[in-house]
């Protein structure tokens, strides 16, 4: 299931996005998308909403952890790394090659 599939099951009575949440959460800039995500987190930590609340806005902040994992993705695939400038005055470059903090300290403590 993914975050905009209906959550109802038997017996509940959880929301889900509707076309028009969908398309604004599509719309939403990272750093929007971002800070909806953490008042998100907090009203979680906050404890202060029931719990079918606290899983319509659980799954509406998965929807926007993806998003903000998609636009850090598209952001990673357009930046280049400069390498110098070739004999002929031209700027070289190759495609920046990212790992993850976790994933370099795995492949350290393994080698």
């Known amino acids: 299931m993914t975050p905009f599939e209906?959550?109802?099951r038997a017996g509940s009575n959880l929301a889900c996005a509707t076309g028009s949440?969908?398309?604004t959460?599509?719309?939403l800039t990272f750093e929007e998308a971002l800070?909806?995500?953490?008042r998100i987190v907090r009203e979680l930590e906050d404890g202060k909403i029931g719990l079918e609340e606290s899983l319509v806005?659980?799954?509406?902040?998965?929807?926007?952890?993806?998003?903000c994992y998609g636009?850090?993705?598209?952001a990673e695939q357009r930046?280049?790394?400069?390498?110098?400038?070739?004999?002929?005055g031209k700027v070289l470059t190759r495609p920046f090659e990212h790992v993850a903090k976790v994933a370099a300290a795995k492949n350290d403590n393994n080698g």
Do not use: S, T
């Not at 806005?57 to 998003?67: P, S």
């Not at 636009?71 to 598209?74: A, K, S, V």
């Open 25 to 27: 959460m599509e719309n």
């Open 6 to 8: 209906p959550a109802a």
């Open 21 to 23: 949440e969908i398309n």
């Open 57 to 67: 806005r659980y799954e509406h902040g998965v929807g926007l952890l993806r998003r």
């Open 35 to 38: 800070a909806e995500l953490e």
């Open 71 to 74: 636009q850090l993705r598209q």
């Open 79 to 88: 930046i280049v790394e400069l390498m110098g400038i070739d004999g002929d």
